[in-house]
């Protein structure tokens, strides 16, 4: 239970719009950097790097912040996660690398997050390419998808030689860490720059190009050496309820605070948003700070069932936002001219029985009750790329509850050619940038050893 939450609200209400959407943390100073380092024991078998799903060596790029070597920090950072700099900003640091730090236990954890944004921001601003791809071997690989573990995969490629192509449907590269993540945990800027790094590396992207609608995954395989499918998951699904042709998607909402002006984005006075992943709490959160007077979270279940990160939800609270639990909305009324004016809900109950290790809810009877709301946003999840995986499916390709299976160890699929990582793959385990950019490295690992290693052992046997 939350016990005690400091209100940001009158705080944020002295800010312009403009502000309000500027990054929660600001950046350290070179000296606040460098103090912060200091504090650093530089552990042996450091907790923090077991931590850490890309394994950064953290005393290393701590050490060199300490002494002044911010470029050298970067290169530490970025040698191990190329999206190093969104990282530092998504990361739940909190339950990884700084969850695990030493000093936590009798004093406040190094803030490895924010030191590393230190460094990679020194570097992006500054423009500094600190890796040279090997000499050109020839091969080429098709990338789909440029969210996280697109990236990486062909930054790490593209750093082994090969040719590396990407294809992304949408205008602009980065995947959720340009159309998700919100904007003032994590500025387009930032994701774009980071897109720009990999091009640095000689990767190609093209942009405004669909998998199943302008080519399809056999030109992919005739015409590549490998393909990597980053494709994430898909929109939002429906609420499936009366009138939800008027609900508005989730993600469609956090994109357009973005990439759209903010000014120009039109905004209810009781938002209801209905969910408590991350994604809800996002959306709350952006439509307070874009002046909602009025914010509340519909969830079916209780408090301790909600799927989102503890310090989300208490950011959240942080920020004005309401919370009705053991509801459901159940139908939408619209005035004549087609807009919401309020929502049927349900009371729910807990029952003992579980799915997936939480209390399946179900309605109390005769608890209907009416709701005032002009805009209801829905962030009950994604779909999944039907089209797409259907496909996959008939060249052999094995499916589980919507999810492409892969070989742990390589992220292979059945298919020779064909390799896959980010969420489309997490079946398991908590979906994040940073585990979509360990994938991406093991499949580009994977995809060298395959091709390149495995030639030159076999060349080697002949002689
Ligand atoms: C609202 C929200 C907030 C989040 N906040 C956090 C957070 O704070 N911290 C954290 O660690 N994680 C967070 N996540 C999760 C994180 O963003 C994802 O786990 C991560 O982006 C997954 O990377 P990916 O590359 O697998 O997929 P994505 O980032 O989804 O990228 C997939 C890319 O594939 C493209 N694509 C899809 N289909 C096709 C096609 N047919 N042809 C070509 N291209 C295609 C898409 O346009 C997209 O660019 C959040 C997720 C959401 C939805
Ligand atoms: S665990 Fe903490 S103190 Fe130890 S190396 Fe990592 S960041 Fe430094």
């Given at each position: 239970?939350?016990?005690?939450?400091?209100?940001?609200?009158?705080?944020?209400?002295?800010?312009?719009?403009?502000?309000?959407?500027?990054?929660?943390?600001?950046?350290?100073?070179?000296?606040?950097?460098?103090?912060?380092?200091?504090?650093?024991?530089?552990?042996?078998?450091?907790?923090?790097?077991?931590?850490?799903p890309t394994d950064i060596d953290?005393?290393?790029?701590?050490?060199?912040?300490?002494?002044?070597?911010?470029?050298?920090?970067?290169k530490t950072?970025l040698q191990s996660n190329l999206l190093?700099?969104?990282?530092?900003?998504?990361?739940?640091?909190?339950?990884?690398?700084?969850?695990?730090?030493?000093?936590?236990?009798?004093?406040?954890?190094?803030?490895?997050?924010?030191?590393?944004?230190?460094?990679?921001?020194?570097?992006?601003?500054?423009?500094?390419?600190h890796f040279k791809p090997l000499p050109n071997n020839g091969l080429k690989v098709a990338i789909v998808?440029?969210?996280p573990a697109g990236l990486s995969c062909a930054g790490e490629l593209a750093k082994l030689g090969f040719n590396v192509t990407c294809?992304?449907?949408?205008?602009?590269?980065?995947?959720?860490?340009?159309?998700?993540?919100?904007?003032?945990?994590?500025?387009?800027?930032?994701?774009?720059?980071?897109?720009?790094?990999i091009?640095a590396l000689g990767v190609k992207?093209?942009?405004?190009?669909?998998?199943?609608?302008?080519?399809?995954?056999?030109?992919l395989i005739e015409k590549y050496d490998a393909v990597f499918l980053g494709?994430?998951?898909?929109?939002?699904?429906?609420?499936?309820?009366?009138?939800?042709?008027?609900?508005?998607?989730?993600?469609?909402?956090?994109?357009?605070?973005?990439?759209?002006?903010?000014?120009?984005?039109?905004?209810?006075?009781?938002?209801?948003?209905?969910?408590?992943?991350?994604?809800?709490?996002?959306?709350?959160?952006?439509?307070?700070?874009?002046?909602?007077?009025?914010?509340?979270?519909?969830?079916?279940?209780?408090?301790?069932?909600?799927?989102?990160?503890?310090?989300?939800?208490?950011?959240?609270?942080?920020?004005?936002?309401?919370?009705?639990?053991?509801?459901?909305?159940?139908?939408?009324?619209?005035?004549?001219?087609?807009?919401?004016?309020?929502?049927?809900?349900?009371?729910?109950?807990?029952?003992?029985?579980?799915?997936?290790?939480?209390?399946?809810?179900?309605?109390?009877?005769?608890?209907?009750?009416?709701?005032?709301?002009?805009?209801?946003?829905?962030?009950?999840?994604?779909?999944?790329?039907?089209?797409?995986?259907?496909?996959?499916?008939?060249?052999g390709i094995?499916?589980?509850?919507?999810?492409i299976m892969v070989d742990k160890h390589t992220n292979q699929t059945k298919h020779p050619k064909i390799y896959a990582g980010g969420?489309?793959i997490?079946?398991?385990?908590?979906?994040?940038?940073?585990a979509a950019v360990q994938d991406g490295k093991i499949a580009a690992q994977a995809i060298y050893e395959n091709l390149v290693s495995a030639k030159v052992k076999k060349v080697e046997v002949k002689k």
């Amino acid at each position: 239970m939350v016990e005690h939450v400091k209100s940001n609200r009158n705080k944020i209400w002295e800010l312009s719009l403009e502000d309000r959407f500027k990054e929660v943390y600001p950046p350290l100073s070179d000296k606040e950097a460098q103090t912060e380092a200091m504090r650093c024991l530089y552990c042996y078998d450091a907790p923090c790097i077991k931590a850490c799903p890309t394994d950064i060596d953290i005393p290393t790029f701590i050490r060199k912040i300490a002494t002044a070597n911010v470029k050298g920090s970067a290169k530490t950072i970025l040698q191990s996660n190329l999206l190093g700099g969104s990282c530092a900003r998504v990361c739940p640091t909190q339950e990884l690398c700084e969850g695990a730090c030493v000093m936590g236990s009798e004093h406040k954890p190094i803030m490895i997050g924010r030191l590393q944004r230190y460094a990679c921001d020194y570097s992006a601003s500054h423009n500094i390419q600190h890796f040279k791809p090997l000499p050109n071997n020839g091969l080429k690989v098709a990338i789909v998808g440029t969210g996280p573990a697109g990236l990486s995969c062909a930054g790490e490629l593209a750093k082994l030689g090969f040719n590396v192509t990407c294809f992304e449907k949408n205008n602009l590269a980065g995947g959720l860490s340009t159309y998700g993540i919100v904007v003032f945990r994590e500025p387009v800027e930032v994701s774009l720059a980071e897109v720009k790094q990999i091009e640095a590396l000689g990767v190609k992207i093209e942009t405004n190009k669909a998998l199943g609608k302008d080519f399809t995954l056999n030109q992919l395989i005739e015409k590549y050496d490998a393909v990597f499918l980053g494709i994430g998951l898909a929109n939002v699904p429906q609420l499936n309820i009366p009138n939800d042709k008027v609900v508005i998607d989730g993600l469609e909402f956090i994109a357009a605070t973005k990439i759209k002006d903010l000014n120009s984005l039109k905004i209810g006075k009781r938002i209801c948003i209905v969910g408590a992943g991350n994604t809800a709490i996002d959306c709350a959160t952006i439509a307070k700070r874009l002046g909602a007077p009025r914010v509340t979270i519909l969830y079916r279940r209780s408090e301790a069932e909600m799927p989102c990160y503890y310090f989300e939800y208490e950011f959240a609270l942080s920020e004005g936002v309401g919370f009705m639990f053991l509801t459901q909305p159940i139908g939408i009324n619209l005035d004549n001219n087609g807009h919401i004016e309020s929502i049927n809900c349900v009371r729910m109950d807990l029952q003992n029985e579980s799915i997936n290790g939480r209390r399946i809810s179900k309605p109390v009877p005769d608890s209907e009750f009416n709701l005032p709301c002009d805009m209801l946003i829905t962030a009950i999840g994604q779909n999944k790329h039907q089209d797409i995986l259907d496909n996959l499916n008939q060249i052999g390709i094995d499916i589980e509850s919507g999810y492409i299976m892969v070989d742990k160890h390589t992220n292979q699929t059945k298919h020779p050619k064909i390799y896959a990582g980010g969420d489309c793959i997490r079946i398991k385990g908590e979906a994040s940038t940073v585990a979509a950019v360990q994938d991406g490295k093991i499949a580009a690992q994977a995809i060298y050893e395959n091709l390149v290693s495995a030639k030159v052992k076999k060349v080697e046997v002949k002689k």
